[in-house]
Nanobody
Framework: QVQLVESGGGLVQAGGSLRLSCAAS????????MGWFRQAPGKEREFVAR????????FHADSVKGRFTISRGNAKNTVYLQMNSLKPADTAVYYC??????????????WGQGTQVTVSS
């Protein structure tokens, strides 16, 4: 079964850090782009960061640039999101996505089930 499984979410105080992980299984994803999106209550899903298949190309949303860093594991089937200097506005369910096309992660073929991140003030 092809799937993405996120982990690492939780409750943290403002200014703290969390590291999200997303593991892909059931297929070969070493040549796929991967990324992170988030959705806060009552809001639309928004893009957070993406990374190309080889890890060389990354792009972060302005809202997280300088605080969040996306990376891939050596086996290329895992993607991470290091989140530092967290703010209450970062509170959301974070979703992992994977697609062969780096520019089409917004309509990715695969999505994880999401992991909750809550930042208290």
């Amino acid at each position: 079964q092809v799937q993405l499984v996120e982990s690492g979410g939780g409750l943290v105080q403002a200014g703290g850090s969390l590291r999200l992980s997303c593991a892909a299984s059931g297929g070969t994803f070493s040549t796929w782009a991967m990324g992170w999106f988030r959705q806060a209550p009552g809001k639309e899903r928004e893009f957070v960061a993406r990374i190309g298949w080889n890890g060389a190309n990354t792009f972060h949303a302005d809202s997280v640039k300088g605080r969040f860093t996306i990376s891939r594991g050596n086996a290329k089937n895992t993607v991470y999101l290091q989140m530092n200097s967290l703010k209450p506005a970062d509170t959301a369910v974070y979703y992992c996505a994977a697609d062969p096309n780096y520019l089409k992660l917004g309509t990715a073929r695969l999505w994880g089930q999401g992991t909750q991140v809550t930042v208290s003030s």
